[in-house]
């Protein structure tokens, strides 16, 4: 359908703002508050029947975050992360969908949002240098300019098994958990996943479970968690110095105040090796892969980190067949997304638990009662499908997104995306992505991330208002380069060693493109800070001035 054809169709008087906004998890929200800041209309479309966004719908028993309480949350207002305490060093989902739903209220941001509003299509009108934007409910809304801030892990993977439609029993999806309140006490419960939320997920199943199967295919490392109760001493001495440490913050590679070594892995003692990864175990959390500086960069470094998570799987597994199944060999740690568990490995020791391989038993089928791997039916009555999502750019395939000369972006990323600083997209004009392909997203504190981003095209959209631009857009050759750039980073680490979603390969039939920006933060917003000073470099930006069309070229 030619967009012309649908705007002509399509009610002329739809509600038509600034800036429409797709999504209102923390990016969406964000975005929001600083739109109303430069006095600009602006409305949220969101799917979801509140705010939140991924912590809406990842309700599953277990779901907490791996970033720390105290560094989880929005920097911009001093006020809010005084005000808010936070109950447990790493934050559950209840609780940080009760954050969202707190920031919501305390900046008057719901009477903007329109919820249960699932967005079909987003369609550029090149007459009028204006999007329109339709749900499937059949509203029509039009801006000016878009912002897609649909999340790096909101679209739910369900995996193609034969016989899965069969199945008499219940089947959750950890991505698509249901709101209502789920019973499985005393229940035969197969899940299928051992990613992150597979890691979170099954302890607690294996509490409830008459049962549990665990289907593996591959094993991956995870470091205890040590969550604890928040310590009051702790949170006092964040809040007494929030700014200098967010700003330190920024200046590490994933934008996460840590303890960062400096030294290669390799130029210690094993004794002085040893006693690091020792102190890191017992600390706990993702932070065990910055104990030296070349762990994602070198093998022979990486693996002195990967044999010592294995053995430590094999202390606390009892059977040694098991631990050997669960201790990850094909991949080099850290190259996946490290995971942080709360006994993840030590439930593998409980009578009622059962890990399947399905390297060596592949899973054939669903059927009514169970399902086949190898020549074994398992009898199961509740399947929990930790399976993981679309990444980065799952959400947005799945609206119609249409540029200019009717060219849809799934067209244009059919052989893996292409954007400038991960921001947009050349043939898209006034269309932002927040932590969109081609920038740190999913490597970072995702906050952080997204915090920059919106700030970057709030800053942007204050540009182009006070010269009455219409319209911005990446070039063509801008983006090639910075692609080209983002490629060359990821090849100088050893994140391509491994079949990750981070490359989209848990997607049957999407591209093998390594997606987010391995740069760190530092690098990346010195780079976008300085495209902005320097005239919004590798942007074509035009405007209307009576019957004259000026164009500006930067780039």
């Known amino acids: 359908m030619e967009p012309d054809t649908v705007f002509q169709s399509s009610p002329r008087r739809a509600p038509s703002f600034d800036v429409i906004i797709v999504g ?4 969406g929200m964000y975005m929001l508050h600083l ?8 409305t949220i479309l969101e799917t979801a029947p509140g705010v939140g966004g991924t912590w809406f719908w990842n309700r599953y028993p277990g779901a907490r975050c791996d970033v720390e309480s105290m560094q989880y949350s929005y920097s911009f207002c001093e006020e809010l992360q005084q005000e808010w305490h936070w109950s447990e060093r790493y934050a559950s989902q209840p609780e940080i969908l009760k954050y969202a739903n707190h920031v919501a209220n305390k900046f008057d941001l719901l009477r903007d949002i329109r919820f249960n509003s699932r967005v079909a299509s ?28 649909t999340g790096c892990l909101s679209a739910a993977q369900r995996p193609n098994i034969p016989g899965l439609g069969t199945f008499k029993g219940e089947i959750y999806h950890t991505g698509n958990w249901p709101q209502e309140p789920v019973d499985l006490a005393g229940r035969k419960i197969g899940a299928i996943g051992t990613g992150s939320s597979g ?13 549990l199967h665990v289907f593996q295919r591959t094993p991956n490392f995870s470091i205890p968690a040590r969550n604890q109760p928040m310590d009051s001493a702790y949170e006092a001495e964040w809040k007494q110095s929030y700014a200098q440490r967010r700003t330190a913050a920024r200046t590490m590679p994933a934008g996460i105040f840590s303890d960062i070594g400096t030294n290669s892995a390799l130029a210690v003692s094993a004794d002085d090796r040893l006693l690091e990864y020792e102190r890191r175990w017992a600390a706990g ?5 910055g104990a030296y500086s070349d762990l994602l960069k070198n093998e022979d470094a990486n693996s002195t980190a990967a044999e010592f998570v294995r053995k430590k799987i094999r202390e606390v597994v009892t059977d040694p067949a098991v631990a050997n199944l669960l201790a990850p060999v094909d991949h080099p740690i850290g190259s996946k997304r490290i995971c942080a568990d709360t006994n993840y490995f030590s439930t593998f020791n409980r009578q009622n638990v059962t890990l399947v391989d399905l390297r060596s038993n592949p899973l054939q089928e669903v059927s009514e009662n169970g399902l086949t791997a190898g020549s074994q039916f398992y009898e199961l009555d509740t399947l929990v499908l930790a399976t993981g999502f679309d990444a980065i750019t799952g959400a947005l395939s799945k609206i119609e997104i249409v540029g200019r000369q009717a060219l849809t972006l799934k067209e244009k990323w059919r052989d893996g995306p292409n954007t400038y600083l991960g921001l947009m997209t050349s043939g898209f004009p006034n269309l932002f992505i927040v932590t969109g392909p081609g920038s740190p997203s999913v490597l970072t504190n995702v906050i952080v991330a997204i915090e920059d981003n919106v700030k970057w095209i709030a800053d942007c959209l204050a540009y182009l208002k006070t010269r009455g631009a219409e319209t911005i857009e990446a070039t063509a050759s801008a983006e090639e380069g910075w692609m080209e750039h983002v490629g060359q980073a990821a090849e100088g680490t050893l994140y391509t060693k491994a079949k990750s979603w981070y490359l989209g390969v848990n997607v049957p039939g999407k591209p093998a493109v390594f997606m987010p920006y391995v740069g760190g933060v530092p690098t990346y917003q010195k780079i976008c800070e300085e495209v902005a000073a320097d005239g919004y470099r590798g942007f074509v930006i035009e405007g209307r001035s009576k019957s004259l069309r000026a164009r500006q070229a930067v780039g």
């Open 24 to 27: 209102a998890g923390f990016a």
């Open 35 to 42: 739109a109303r800041e430069l006095g600009l209309t602006a």
């Open 122 to 149: 987003a369609i550029f009108h090149e007459g009028e240098d204006v999007w329109q934007v339709s749900t499937d409910g059949g509203e029509h809304y039009r801006a000016k300019w878009c912002v897609m801030a």
């Open 199 to 211: 890691i979170q997920v099954v302890p607690e199943l294996a509490k409830l479970a008459k049962h």
């Open 285 to 289: 959390g993702t932070g065990f892969t």
